[in-house]
């Protein structure tokens, strides 16, 4: 069965990736990953906010014998070689490089401008082979507007476009009020490929005591919905690449995205789940469903359901709700009292 794909300029031995999680933030687990099938791996990202806090740390035991004891910082190593601030993410970078045969995509969540140009290039000095810049950012502010959040996406990507050559990746909000034109000028601001969607943390409270529950839920495959949608619009139409990503449990998600024009499906929820052996069971339930109806390539099936290919591409748009809601029966009123429909 020939699954070859292409994603974001790299050719791939079949869709399946695995997203970046702290899976993927090791390198046993990166060879079980690979050995189990899985056609590239997104490192988990490196946070500016980590580095500083690990920065500040080493400038802490070192600052704090200046006075006292100075002969004692030769203990140190030279801040420049020193163990901190993203050593042990490009040692991962190196070592992943060196050890695994698939794609290494490292991922990057930064705040300023310096942080993002500058370990970019680090991390393509390291030898990942593209770049996924995961942009965290819920515009809490409310002066800000939706041109400033947008504004901020390209900043962040222009700079790290200039700084590297490897390809980058963008893992986008889904609340751009306009997705498919952003993916569009995503793409001509040069970024490679997109992935739909970045999952943000969603909060909930606990009743008892008051609080903000500090919990992060797995996904299951009803999340789909959103990702799907957006994917089939887009398919046939950008001209970026194209991941699917949140909601996978088994080989039936990974069948829909790509049925929708997903170029690859992202996974870690599974992952985490069932262990990185999972990625064998989704490849092997989609070599089966495309067997069963006796396709011989993936290129056969990839986007035949994307919105430009369906006979009736309102399905996935107003008209189609328009009719499900038509289709819902009103229960009747009880006696004197007011119509509802059932939630
Ligand atoms: C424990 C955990 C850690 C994660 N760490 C990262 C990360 O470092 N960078 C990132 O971009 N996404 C991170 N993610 C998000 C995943 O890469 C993925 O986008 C999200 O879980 C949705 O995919 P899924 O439904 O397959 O789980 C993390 C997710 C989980 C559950």
Redesign the pocket.
């Given at each position: 069965m020939d699954l070859a794909t292409r994603y974001m300029g790299l050719q791939l031995k079949n869709p399946l990736v695995a997203?970046?999680?702290?899976l993927t933030g090791e390198l046993d687990s990166l060879k079980r990953l690979e050995d189990a099938g899985a056609a590239a791996l997104?490192l988990?990202?490196l946070f500016q906010e980590e580095i500083e806090v690990e920065t500040a740390r080493y400038q802490h035991l070192t600052s704090a014998h200046d006075d006292s004891w100075p002969e004692g910082l030769s203990n140190f190593p030279k801040l420049a070689d020193a163990q901190h601030g993203p050593h042990h993410y490009l040692e991962l970078v190196h070592r992943a490089r060196q050890a695994i045969g698939v794609p290494i995509i490292a991922?990057l969540?930064g705040i300023s401008n310096e942080c993002w140009t500058s370990y970019a290039k680090q991390l393509e000095q390291a030898g990942a082979n593209g770049l996924?810049l995961?942009i965290y950012f819920i515009p809490a502010d409310l002066a800000a507007t939706g041109h400033d959040v947008e504004q901020r996406y390209f900043d962040i990507l222009k700079s790290v476009r200039a700084a590297v050559s490897i390809p980058v990746a963008i893992?986008l909000s889904p609340y751009f009020s306009a997705v498919g034109n952003m993916a569009e000028a995503l793409h001509d601001a040069g970024a490679d490929a997109l992935v739909l969607f970045?999952?943000f943390y969603q909060p909930d409270l606990d009743l008892t005591r008051l609080q903000v529950l500090n919990d992060?839920r797995?996904?299951d495959p009803s999340?789909i919905r959103l990702p799907l949608l957006w994917l089939a619009v887009l398919a046939g139409r950008t001209r970026a690449s194209l991941a699917a990503?949140?909601?996978?449990n088994s080989a039936e998600e990974v069948v829909k995205y790509l049925l929708v024009g997903a170029d690859v499906v992202?996974?870690?929820?599974?992952l985490?789940r069932h262990g990185p052996g999972h990625m064998a069971t989704l490849l092997a339930g989609l070599e089966k469903w495309l067997d069963a109806r006796e396709f011989a390539s993936l290129k056969q099936v990839r986007g035949i359901m994307s919105q430009r290919c369906l006979r009736d591409p309102q399905a996935f748009e107003r008209a189609n709700y328009i009719k499900i809601l038509q289709g819902f029966r009103t229960p009747a009123p009880a006696a004197g009292g007011a119509r509802s429909i059932a939630q």
């Amino acid at each position: 069965m020939d699954l070859a794909t292409r994603y974001m300029g790299l050719q791939l031995k079949n869709p399946l990736v695995a997203s970046a999680s702290p899976l993927t933030g090791e390198l046993d687990s990166l060879k079980r990953l690979e050995d189990a099938g899985a056609a590239a791996l997104i490192l988990p990202s490196l946070f500016q906010e980590e580095i500083e806090v690990e920065t500040a740390r080493y400038q802490h035991l070192t600052s704090a014998h200046d006075d006292s004891w100075p002969e004692g910082l030769s203990n140190f190593p030279k801040l420049a070689d020193a163990q901190h601030g993203p050593h042990h993410y490009l040692e991962l970078v190196h070592r992943a490089r060196q050890a695994i045969g698939v794609p290494i995509i490292a991922s990057l969540n930064g705040i300023s401008n310096e942080c993002w140009t500058s370990y970019a290039k680090q991390l393509e000095q390291a030898g990942a082979n593209g770049l996924e810049l995961n942009i965290y950012f819920i515009p809490a502010d409310l002066a800000a507007t939706g041109h400033d959040v947008e504004q901020r996406y390209f900043d962040i990507l222009k700079s790290v476009r200039a700084a590297v050559s490897i390809p980058v990746a963008i893992k986008l909000s889904p609340y751009f009020s306009a997705v498919g034109n952003m993916a569009e000028a995503l793409h001509d601001a040069g970024a490679d490929a997109l992935v739909l969607f970045n999952r943000f943390y969603q909060p909930d409270l606990d009743l008892t005591r008051l609080q903000v529950l500090n919990d992060l839920r797995l996904s299951d495959p009803s999340e789909i919905r959103l990702p799907l949608l957006w994917l089939a619009v887009l398919a046939g139409r950008t001209r970026a690449s194209l991941a699917a990503s949140t909601g996978v449990n088994s080989a039936e998600e990974v069948v829909k995205y790509l049925l929708v024009g997903a170029d690859v499906v992202m996974t870690t929820s599974s992952l985490l789940r069932h262990g990185p052996g999972h990625m064998a069971t989704l490849l092997a339930g989609l070599e089966k469903w495309l067997d069963a109806r006796e396709f011989a390539s993936l290129k056969q099936v990839r986007g035949i359901m994307s919105q430009r290919c369906l006979r009736d591409p309102q399905a996935f748009e107003r008209a189609n709700y328009i009719k499900i809601l038509q289709g819902f029966r009103t229960p009747a009123p009880a006696a004197g009292g007011a119509r509802s429909i059932a939630q």
